[in-house]
């Protein structure tokens, strides 16, 4: 079955020092890859994407993400993180398999937290 | 462009009752996706609709539907509500099911 997983649940990190959240998928076909962030209270607001290309995709924000297939992995980054970046990252993975419609998966979300 | 729009923001209801959410998509895009928030469950999929075509459903009770219109705004309804359904319901919309959504702001709603 297709899945997402977020391995951390939680991430602290300290301002200004480099983060990168952990994004693995099962997926049976090329799938279409995204970041999303989500503030408290808010809707979720699209960091970065992936369709096919260069693997290393620049999202806004000062977030850029790696796609690596052989490690069906999607990881997201940040060469240093200030205070306004502690919200929830969610990934999702989509595709369209045979004899059926393109579907979302979503992971579990990780929320990062800044330590001052 | 306006982003997307969902109505009302905040909805207190309490047992039994129902309730209808709206959202109004960004001008062009023809897809809504339906999700359920909740510290618990994190983001579940309700539902998508397509050109007023429901594609996908996630699992969930009947209670639960959805319609989209021809001006591709779309409206979820719960029916016969519980108290597990206090969540954050949010909607996206998007130019075609295979491109990026976009998010509203959320329909809170609590039961009582």
């Known amino acids: 079955a297709q899945s997402v997983t977020q391995p951390d649940i939680h991430i602290t990190v300290s301002e200004g020092a480099s983060l990168e959240l952990r994004c693995n998928y099962s997926y049976g076909a090329t799938p279409y890859l995204f970041w999303y962030v989500q503030s408290p209270g808010q809707g979720l607001q699209l960091l970065l994407k992936?369709?096919?290309?260069d693997t290393l995709v620049q999202g806004i924000k000062g977030f850029e993400a790696e796609f690596k297939r052989s490690q069906s992995s999607f990881n997201l980054r940040k060469p240093s993180v200030h205070w306004s970046d502690a919200a929830e990252y969610f990934c999702a993975v989509g595709g369209q398999l045979m004899d059926s419609n393109y579907q979302l998966i979503w992971g579990a979300g990780t929320k990062l937290i800044i330590k001052p | 462009k306006a982003g997307v729009t969902q109505t009302p923001r905040y909805l207190i209801k309490t047992r039994g009752q129902q309730v209808t959410l709206s959202c109004s998509p960004i001008s062009g895009h023809r897809s809504v996706s339906w999700y359920q928030q909740t510290p618990g469950q994190g983001l579940q999929f309700l539902f998508e609709y397509f050109s007023e075509t429901q594609r996908n459903k996630g699992n969930f009770p009947g209670r639960f539907s959805g319609r989209q219109f021809s001006n591709s705004r779309s409206e979820m309804n719960v029916s016969t509500l519980e108290l597990g359904d206090s969540a954050l319901y949010l909607c996206a919309g998007a130019r075609d099911p295979a491109y990026e959504q976009y998010f509203g702001p959320g329909t809170r709603l609590t039961v009582t």
């Open positions: 992936y369709f096919s290309g």
